[in-house]
């Protein structure tokens, strides 16, 4: 069985940065296509990044936010830069053991318990 542990979240202004981390436990990380989507009070979850053996963003992020991967660690991280209030929302990481990192939650696995990021104006 697979775990994910988000954390990093938090409360930060326009404009400004976080990192979010996805620490997995279990064996075969390296092969694993991985996501992190985000749902928003009231929205449904949407993927903002993917990584396999390429990245993949929401239309919404690209520019600002980076998914980046460290097999060794087992981690998986989110680069959010330049947020916005809309960026607001819980953000999960998900893991798909088969390697795929598709854009839809059911493509995934494995998820996290999730983490919360709020974007003040």
């Known amino acids: 069985q697979v775990q994910l542990v988000e954390s990093g979240g938090g409360l930060v202004q326009a404009g400004g940065s976080l990192r979010l981390s996805c620490a997995a436990s279990?064996?075969?990380?390296?092969?694993?296509?991985l996501g992190w989507f985000r749902r928003a009070p009231g929205k449904e979850r949407e993927v903002v990044a993917t990584i396999s053996w390429t990245t993949d963003y929401a239309d919404s992020v690209k520019g600002r936010f980076t998914i980046s991967r460290d097999n060794a660690k087992n981690t998986v991280a989110l680069q959010m830069n330049s947020l916005k209030p809309e960026d607001t929302a819980v953000y999960y990481c998900a893991a798909n053991r088969l390697g795929r990192a598709g854009n839809v939650a059911a493509d995934y696995d494995y998820w996290g318990q999730g983490t919360q990021v709020t974007v003040s104006s």
């Open positions: 279990g064996r075969g990380f390296s092969k694993y296509g």
